[in-house]
């Protein structure tokens, strides 16, 4: 039997297989059916993970930080003499960021206030004019006590044939005159009156003092706001014409001014995203500046529209070749607390927000 082996091995060149290689086989097949099973159990595993992950919450990249801008502009017209600030200084409310050549303004202030003394002095010349104390009205009274006791006298010499028809007549016409007199002198009194007078919108003072008064009110509001000053804390951004000899035009922006404490983040939700969402709820926020800062936020308004809606050219889909397009509805989203990082507006972010929790 050796010998039979021994020409089996001479006649093949190899060896018979040992028999623990021919038991290894099987357990190398198993393991590989093994692995190719479990590549699929682990990737069906780590998808239902991924997917209950997912369940109450929907996540958007498509955000951006934004804070409330304030266009500040000079309510009256000048040169700008002095400026206060620059790009990206932080100011206070009130606090003075440029001033406008006030001359022009202390000018027309002056006008007003030598308008009202003017006013003023006609008022004490009013007062003391004779139209107002009655004297012509007491001379024409008896102009025509005299006229009357004329032309008494000459009627009586007329009837006793010592009188013409033309003294009569002459007698009457000095009568009329001197009663045309008394009215014209009462007729000046009652406008000195009325020139005195005071009327229901302001009661107490003279018209033209008023109207002196409120021009200089006027004035004084101008002059004062040659002084521009903050509405409000924030960041000033813009300030390009913020410079001394620059022409301003009122109501005309020249510098802007972002909220230091009215940042949000606006998140433009896919339409099919906003099923469970609701005022109110919980989201998370965290920035691609900031690696690692995870803010806190709740739901504050859901958009009244689509962005495509509010914009400048809205798509119009009454062509045939129309292909619908998932729209993004933008989300307030206020940040809870403040943030250990300043916000700056436009800062990419990412949002999600959880869905579970209802207020309903």
Excluded: C
């Excluded at 404490?261 to 906003?274: G, I, M, W």
Aim: glycine share 6%; charged share 25%; net charge negative.
């Amino acid at each position: 039997m050796a010998d039979i082996d021994a020409q089996f091995e001479t006649s093949n060149g190899t060896e018979p297989p040992a028999a623990n290689e021919v038991n290894a086989r099987p357990r190398r097949n198993w393991r590989r059916l093994a692995l190719m099973l479990s590549v699929p159990f682990l990737l069906l595993v780590g998808a239902g993970i991924y997917w209950i992950g997912l369940i109450g919450k929907v996540s958007t990249d498509n955000a951006y930080v934004q804070a409330d801008k304030v266009s500040v502009s000079a309510e009256v017209g000048g040169r700008i003499v002095e400026t206060y600030v620059k790009e990206g200084d932080l100011v206070t409310a009130g606090q003075l960021l440029f001033r406008i050549d006030p001359e022009p303004y202390q000018l027309a202030l002056d006008e007003a206030q030598a308008d009202l003394a003017l006013a003023q002095a006609n008022v004490i010349a009013l007062s003391n004019s004779s139209d107002l104390a009655g004297v012509d009205i007491s001379a024409a009274r008896e102009d025509i006590a005299f006229a009357q006791s004329r032309l008494e006298r000459v009627s009586t010499l007329r009837d006793r044939g010592f009188s013409t028809k033309a003294d009569f007549e002459a007698a009457e016409h000095a009568v009329t005159q001197a009663r045309e007199g008394l009215r014209q002198a009462e007729a000046k009194q009652r406008e000195a009156r009325a020139k005195l007078a005071t009327a229901p919108a302001v009661p107490g003072e003279n018209p033209q003092v008023a109207r002196a008064r409120a021009r200089i009110a006027d004035a004084e509001l101008a002059l004062r706001r040659t002084e521009v000053r903050a509405p409000a804390p924030g960041q000033i951004a813009q300030a390009d014409r913020l410079l001394v000899g620059q022409q301003v035009v009122a109501n005309l922006p020249v510098v802007t001014l972002v909220k230091s404490d009215a940042s949000y983040v606006e998140a433009n939700f896919k339409e099919t995203d906003l099923t469970d969402m609701r005022e109110g709820q919980r989201a998370k926020v965290t920035l691609d500046a900031y690696p690692g800062l995870e803010l806190k936020g709740k739901v504050t308004s859901i958009g009244a529209g689509t962005g495509s809606e509010f914009s400048v050219l809205p798509a119009q889909n009454a062509t045939g070749n129309w292909v619908k397009v998932t729209q993004r509805v933008p989300v307030k989203i206020e940040i809870e607390g403040k943030s250990p990082r300043r916000l700056i507006a436009g800062l990419s972010a990412d949002v999600t927000v959880y869905t579970a929790d209802r207020d309903e």
